[in-house]
């Protein structure tokens, strides 16, 4: 996992409540990427951020905001719009934006819970 | 948009025999990871391989491509039960730093 910690391990919410996972990476990484994983599924991408002060849309973003005003930090909200939040939510980053061939990094994973 | 599709779904073997899992995806790829996921973990990559390339090792892994048939194949010889876990495969459809596209996983269980 190294150089990329997310906090909390737990989350647990009531239904309605946004919810903000943490993700901070130390590895001087331009890009950082927020993965969803449901049991038995592969990773679908929320949002991703090449740069400081930009994003993109992945491919599951609605009822889901991000920012990223420093380079090291990610921070995803998970609004109450987002129909079903329960899940292991994945952060990772990687070397530059035009880094073809650069591996993603991950962090350890946040477990979140809405009931 | 699920590009990979990983098979065998869930694999068991004993210790000592050679695990290998295959992964199919749709479009063209600039290069294709495998990544190990430990239960309730992150993931760890383990290779990559370029789309230029056929084959690749790194210690006890070989990994194929085959953009023909638009397939990879990771084998890991001589698996130790700690090999136990899910291996994902990843493409990334371009150079210009787009987010990798995962399939669903094999989960491989290695027992002593």
């Known amino acids: 996992d190294g150089g990329i910690t997310q906090s909390p391990k737990y989350l647990f919410r009531k239904e309605g409540q946004n919810v903000t996972l943490s993700c901070e990476q130390n590895?001087?990484?331009?890009?950082m990427y927020w993965y969803r994983q449901d049991p038995g599924q592969g990773l679908r991408l929320i949002y991703y951020?090449?740069?400081?002060?930009?994003?993109q849309k992945g491919d599951i973003a609605e009822g889901y905001s991000v920012s990223r005003e420093k380079k090291e930090s990610f921070p995803l909200t998970v609004t109450s719009a987002q129909k079903n939040p329960t899940a292991f939510y994945l952060c990772?980053?990687?070397?530059?934006?035009?880094?073809?061939?650069?591996?993603?990094?991950f962090g350890p994973g946040t477990r979140l819970t809405v009931t | 948009s699920q590009q990979g599709e990983e098979d065998p779904q869930a694999l068991s073997i004993q210790e000592g025999e050679n695990a290998t899992m295959n992964c199919s995806y749709k479009?063209?790829?600039?290069?294709l990871q495998w990544y190990r996921q430990n239960s309730g973990r992150g993931l760890v990559h383990l290779i990559l391989?370029?789309?230029?390339?056929r084959e690749k090792h790194s210690g006890r892994l070989r990994v194929t491509l085959d953009t023909s048939k638009k397939s990879s194949s990771l084998l890991i010889t001589a698996s130790r039960a700690a090999d136990t876990a899910s291996y994902f495969c990843?493409?990334?459809?371009?150079?210009?730093?787009?987010?990798?596209?995962f399939g669903k996983g094999t989960t491989l269980s290695v027992s002593s």
């Open positions: 990772a980053s990687k070397g530059t934006p035009a880094g073809e061939n650069y591996e993603q990094y």
């Open positions: 590895l001087n990484h331009d890009a």
């Open positions: 951020s090449q740069i400081v002060n930009d994003f």
């Open positions: 479009t063209s790829i600039n290069n």
């Open positions: 391989i370029r789309s230029n390339e």
């Open positions: 990843a493409t990334a459809l371009t150079r210009a730093g787009t987010a990798l596209i």
